[in-house]
């Protein structure tokens, strides 16, 4: 190592306590809210796993039937088969929440379920708080300075979906961001030549289409710089990514008998409920507008911030940064993934949901806005990062604080009805600033 790179090296290190104070600030700032679903109600499931594992020693939700089926009626993020009650999505999620649940275990224990609410809010708030001080160690290790790295950590933390989705509840969200950041954060020690971490980095990356098989698109760019980078290690990045996602792929085939698992049973269930059919029918053109720019759920309309992200991609191409090229492309096969939805706007919840995965890697692509010579140093750049960034704060504020209010629901179900995502005077912000400030 030479003298230069021991000064950064040394440096790096003098300022990891500001990761760990900018980790539990967050961690705080996400729980102070009194909200518990974050406007996802797909965490009822992954709030009931760790509680069948640790009371009963087992995945199904089955001792839990008359709090999930209190009619008779499954709801939509539960299926049955062969006599288990199971969740619609892969238990992953559910399994990284065990240790909060293990540690908590003398509180909730024989308490009632509504209980289990408080515990899953604060594992998720903590995977998404780690996931913040793993995008600022990333920062840090590309070259960026204290200062530089807190303000985009930050940003990443309370200005983008992060904020109003991933910590306010227990949906895959949390779970997948958590090693997408980490996959973002080995990339860069590969990049810097350490050892080992491509290896890590393919863990990572099988970690998340485990928990949520849509980050393929987000990930697998980044696997395959690892692969390129890794020279050595190539085998084992492959490996990496293979054993974490066969592992998934085996649960399913012993819990339904299908490849992909409770989503391949999902879409029956669905049209018994009257909900629309997930599946990839939808127009591409209409899911990309709809995901970046529709007052419903446009990603430029909830975090503005993260249109910024554009201009520091184009940065990297010209300079032709492979890594950051790598990043650009998940966020932008993210997007493409998703417009082919049928449902791209991801029924009821606050803003691009759908989106939250890839925010470590928008928040990479903030940073060659501050490559020499630097745009922010300019006046018109520096007023449009702040500007940006506070309208993106109240957006996630008020999304974290106001997640159910009715424009998901009334005047008309936006399943029903996805056009009303388009509606430029009733639009879910305006309800909300409504509804939380009358």
Known sequence: MSKNELTREVARRKHLPAALWLVLGTLLVYNLTRTYGGGCGDEAPNRLIPLAILQHGTLTLNAYRDVVAPHGQLPYWAVEHAGALLSAYPPATGLLALPVYLLLFPIWNGQPLSTSMVVAKLAASLMAALSVGLVYAALRRLGASLKIGLILAGAYAIATPVYSIASQSLCQHPAATLPVAALAYCAVRARNGDSLWPTLGGLAAGAAMAIRPQTAPAVLPLVGYLIWKGKG???????????????????????????????ALMAPRLASLGLPEVGFGGNIFQGVAGLLFSPGRGLFVFAPVTILAVAGATRAVRRKDTLMVAAACGVVATVLFYGKFSVWWG??????????????????????????????????????FISLAAASVFVQFLGAYSPTCSWNARPVSVDVQPQRNWDFVDSPISRCVHERFR
């Open 233 to 263: 290690e190539r085998a084992r990045v492959v490996g990496g990514v293979l054993a974490l996602v066969a592992a998934e792929l085996a649960y399913n085939m012993a819990a339904t008998g299908q490849l992909a698992g409770a989503y």
């Open 347 to 384: 029924g009821w919840t606050f803003g691009p949901r759908y989106l939250t995965e890839v925010m470590p890697l928008v928040a990479l692509l903030w940073y060659p806005l501050f490559w020499p010579p630097s745009l922010v140093k300019s006046a018109r750049w520096r007023v449009a």
